[in-house]
Nanobody, 117 residues
Framework: QVQLVESGGGLVQPGGSLRLSCAASGSIFRLNVMGWYRQAPGKQRELVATITNGGTINYADSVKGRFTISRDNAKNTVYLRMNSLKPEDTAVYFC???????????WGQGTQVTVSS
């Protein structure tokens, strides 16, 4: 089993920044993809960004140029730096760890990000 613990959410004004962290522990498979997804009220969960062990990164078009994903493999931790936040970024952000094939997935409990003046 794998446990994912997120931190760093909160309330921020439009144009502001936040940094999310997610630490993984337990039986972590050697090759994996870590990432962030989000779910706004009344909407489906959507991809924000993912990063592999080797550093291959994928971003949703809506966050390109504003968000930066990174990871510390030694600490099994993934980060999401969010700049120039918009009200439409408001959502619960979930950390994810999966095998490269995607057939095994683990999720964190989610952290609320609210962008509002």
């Amino acid at each position: 089993q794998v446990q994912l613990v997120e931190s760093g959410g909160g309330l921020v004004q439009p144009g502001g920044s936040l940094r999310l962290s997610c630490a993984a522990s337990g039986s972590i498979f050697r090759l994996n993809v870590m990432g962030w997804y989000r779910q706004a009220p009344g909407k489906q969960r959507e991809l924000v960004a993912t990063i592999t062990n080797g550093g291959t990164i994928n971003y949703a078009d809506s966050v390109k140029g504003r968000f930066t994903i990174s990871r510390d493999n030694a600490k099994n931790t993934v980060y999401l730096r969010m700049n120039s936040l918009k009200p439409e970024d408001t959502a619960v952000y979930f950390c994810n760890l999966k095998t490269p094939s995607g057939n095994v997935n683990y999720w964190g409990q989610g952290t609320q990000v609210t962008v509002s003046s």
